[in-house]
């Protein structure tokens, strides 16, 4: 092989964009796929997109989606990209979920409730059947309606808040930390942690939050509630002096219930776990639920051995768009480094530079 | 105010300007103790010197808010319009304003663990040299670095050599003169000219 | 380019890294943690290097972006593209005619100048963390200088294998206070980082870290007086330009076990070349 000194990588990377383009769009003779599609029809997909994207726009996610081939975390980091260019043009008042114009709302702790148990969209019930009518397509699906019920549907943590029984929810007026401007230290405040959690990845925070239900670091949960709908979200601009609402967002909603502590001076009390997420989402709300109760492990007085009560552990690894970044980035050429691990380990068998052949078979 | 306010401008042009004016920091602080010029506003507000006012514009905003000490209180207005800073105490200010040398005992030094939690000091001085000669050693110098600007108090050397026993802890200081700068990070030496 | 800022990044976010920057400067070697932005490139590909580069670089600057050495290997490409496209600045191959040198795992072989500026994409800013992966431990570490740990690691390298056997991202003890990771350069390069003409940047988006090493700043790779550091390159010319202190390149020619060895640095071999011709 004759060798020339490497040269062609910007002509390499245009042809393999283009070839990625065709790629993307595959058999022509099918019809292009449009974004409302994606919108309308893979709607979990957006809402996971959203999440981990940490940017509310359904079409957007859409565009992303469609961009990345269906590749979700790939979709994430353009939303991510794309977030952090954006201008901030204020803040909006802390959402109320209370309101929440309830499409699921389900209780495991109490038969029924104020408002009801109200079982929604979900495939919880569904037997998981292939359903070969859809690849027919022309599907003309139709819901059965009802007159919503004109009864209000307290959030179950607080009917139990009531009667003292659950602890209170950490409100406070301070300023949040903003996981998008600057850098998390550790310890990590709550609001720090759920930030970190809520753009988590889905398949990590379920993989941390199963592995409490198995025994490290068990919190005895229970789902207080978990509620989906929408929500207003209101701003107060400074020259109106009073809020006004901007848009709305659909949001899943998870209060899980855990394990009671006490003390001799302080009554026992059942302890809160926390999860939001963007979109429909009950998987995702739920993990984070029960990984934001274990990591409150050192705060309510309980041994911290397992890897889902560990903050730094779990915040810094979560995050998926770090993560994928960092582990697809050994393709990039480390020929540099391996080079001078070859030298090293020539020098350390005493061999310098002949060729392999010659090099004394592998110990062991 | 207002006029005030709109007839002392900020930038010509805001993004290269500062990046400009920006990398002169970055020399005048790698290299302590030598002499850069910014990309300064055309007409600072009085007593703003023009790398003063350029040094403001280039650091200074809302997540990191500036004390204005002594004459330069003033000026809180034009600061908060131009780079959105607050006024903020002594002890809890990023950047410090002043054309007298203060105490760094008033001002956050920073932990061990945190030590750029400190306050960097913009002193606008008289001239960057023409004074009393100083001997600056350590990082950014390749042997030693002579300065001499006026305006830094007598006792100058001793309480810079407390703010160094600090170290990592303590206070950089940025000098303005003109449309000069000259920077002193807390990990310069400085002795006396012999 | 249109929609978006000169290179790429709001001035608030410039202002941000500026800071930072200037009290890595400040404290040599110590890292500042930042509030990295997510890039359109991905974490681990360059993101902290591209933030301090884009924070740094002016109009009228000329940038040179390697990886391994190389200017044209594609991350070196994509990069280089990326502000020829956002800042629209002159970009050279060529290391002398450069002011500001983005690079990944390796130092120029041509000295450095007080008029440039080198800028190190950093994966891992924690020299420490193979032995203690808790950053809030190794932050307390630092605080304490308490870089017992890392001597321990080295001498039972000795004891192991004769000697010291790090071969990249040697650490090194900077300005006698803070020990840093240098960046995945090879162990070659770590005597060019001591006392360098030029500012060094590093940047570590993921990881969120910035820190810096002024010109003519102490830089001292970790050893022993009776097992002092080594800097190892392959021991052969240069087979295009002939060079026999330049770091090399191992390429496999044939799957008989033929090889040659090539200059890492593209520009280095090149401008050799040029010069032979």
């Known amino acids: 092989m004759a060798y020339v000194a490497v040269k062609g990588g910007e002509r390499a990377i245009d042809a393999a964009h283009a070839w990625l383009a065709a790629e993307r769009r595959g058999d022509t003779a099918v019809p292009e796929l449009e974004t409302a599609q994606i919108r309308e029809q893979l709607g979990r997909a957006v809402d996971r997109v959203m999440a981990e994207g940490s940017l509310y726009d359904p079409d957007l996610a859409a565009l992303a989606i469609k961009q990345a081939q269906g590749d979700l975390i790939e979709a994430g980091f353009l939303l991510r990209a794309l977030r952090t260019t954006l201008p901030r043009f204020g803040v909006s008042l802390p959402i109320e979920t209370e309101t929440m114009r309830l499409a699921r709302r389900i209780s495991a702790i109490f038969k029924d409730l104020p408002g009801g148990q109200v079982l929604g969209p979900t495939y919880d019930y569904t037997h998981r059947l292939l359903d070969f009518s859809l690849a027919a397509n022309g599907t003309q699906a139709t819901a059965p309606e009802a007159e919503a019920r004109d009864e209000a549907a307290p959030r179950v943590p607080d009917i139990l808040g009531r009667e003292g029984l659950l602890e209170a929810d950490g409100a406070s007026a301070a300023e949040p930390f903003d996981l998008t401007r600057a850098p998390l230290t550790f310890p990590a405040s709550r609001d720090a942690r759920l930030q970190g959690l809520a753009r988590g990845d889905e398949g990590f925070l379920l993989g941390l939050g199963y592995s409490t239900q198995r025994g490290y670091g068990n919190n005895h949960p229970f789902v207080g509630e978990l509620r989906v709908g929408e929500v207003d979200v209101e701003i107060v601009p400074p020259e109106l002096g009073f809020s006004v609402c901007i848009g709305t967002v659909e949001l899943t909603e998870c209060q899980m219930v855990n394990q009671f502590a006490g003390s001799k001076t302080q009554p026992a009390q059942f302890t809160r776990g926390y999860g939001l997420a963007f979109g429909h989402a009950e998987r995702r709300a739920m993990a984070m639920a029960l990984v934001d109760r274990a990591l409150r492990a050192e705060e309510l007085g309980e041994a911290r051995t397992a890897p889902a009560q560990d903050a730094e552990f779990v915040l810094s690894t979560c995050d998926n768009v770090e993560a994928t970044g960092f582990v697809e980035h050994l393709k990039l050429p480390h020929y540099v480094d391996f080079q001078s691990e070859l030298e090293t380990i020539r020098r350390l068998r005493g061999n310098t530079g002949k060729p392999a052949t010659s090099l004394p078979e592998a110990a062991g | 105010m207002a006029d005030h306010i709109l007839a002392h401008p900020g930038f010509a042009d805001p993004v290269h300007d500062a990046q400009s004016s920006f990398r002169a920091l970055l020399q005048a602080l790698a290299r302590p103790g030598t002499l850069h010029a910014v990309a300064a506003p055309p007409d600072p507000p009085a007593p703003l010197s023009p790398a003063t006012a350029a040094v403001l514009l280039t650091l200074v905003d809302s997540d990191a808010p500036v ?128 | 380019m249109k929609g978006y800022n000169f290179a790429y990044l709001d001035e608030q976010t410039k202002r941000m890294l500026r800071r930072a920057l200037l009290k890595a400067v400040a404290i040599p070697g110590h890292q500042i943690p930042f509030g990295a932005r997510e890039m359109p490139l991905p974490y681990g590909w360059g993101t902290g290097g591209i933030q301090v580069t884009a924070s740094v670089i002016g109009r009228g600057d000329t940038l040179k972006v390697i990886d391994q050495g190389a200017d044209d290997t594609t991350n070196a490409v994509s990069i280089r593209r990326f502000f020829a496209k956002t800042a629209g600045v002159r970009t050279t191959t060529r290391t002398a005619e450069a002011t500001v040198i983005q690079t990944r795992h390796r130092i120029p072989e041509t000295p450095l100048t007080d008029a440039q500026i080198i800028v190190y994409q950093v994966p891992q800013p924690e020299p420490l963390y193979k032995l203690e992966p808790s950053r809030t431990e190794t932050r307390r570490m ?116 033929g090889r040659m060895f090539v200059c890492s640095d593209t520009n280095h071999c090149a401008t050799r070349r040029e010069r032979a011709a």
């Not at chain 2, 950047?95 to 002193?123: H, K, N, Q, R």
Request: hydrophobic share 45%.
């Open chain 3, 142 to 257: 630092h605080a304490l200088a308490d870089y017992g740990a890392m001597h321990v690691k080295l001498y039972e390298q000795v004891a192991r294998y004769g000697q010291i056997a790090i071969s990249y991202d040697y650490p090194v003890m900077v300005n006698g206070r803070h020990l840093m990771a240098p960046s995945p350069i090879p162990a070659f390069d770590n005597p060019k980082m001591h006392r360098m003409k030029a500012l060094q940047l590093f940047g570590a988006g993921r990881e969120k870290r910035i820190y810096a090493v002024p010109p003519y700043t102490e830089v001292v790779s970790l050893d022993f007086e009776d097992y002092p550091f080594r800097a190892g390159r392959a021991p052969h010319a240069c087979a295009l330009c002939g060079d026999t202190a330049s770091y090399l390149d191992e390429v496999v020619t044939d799957d008989r076990g």
């Open chain 2, 67 to 194: 004390h204005l000490a002594g004459p330069f209180a003033l000026l809180a207005p034009w600061v908060a319009f131009h780079t959105g800073s607050g006024e903020a105490a002594a002890d809890g200010a990023a950047f410090v304003l002043a054309d007298a040398l203060p105490e760094f005992a008033a001002l956050p030094t920073g932990s061990d663990e945190i030590p750029e939690a400190s306050a960097t000091v913009i002193l606008q001085v008289p001239a960057l040299k023409g004074g009393p000669p100083l001997i600056l050693r350590g990082p950014g110098i390749e042997t030693m670095q002579e300065f001499a600007p006026l305006g830094l108090p007598g006792d100058f050397v001793a309480r810079w050599a407390a703010n160094r026993r600090l170290y990592p802890r303590g206070i950089d200081l940025v000098l303005c003169a003109g449309d000069r700068i000259a920077g002193l990070p807390r990990s310069t030496t400085v002795t006396e000219w012999r």
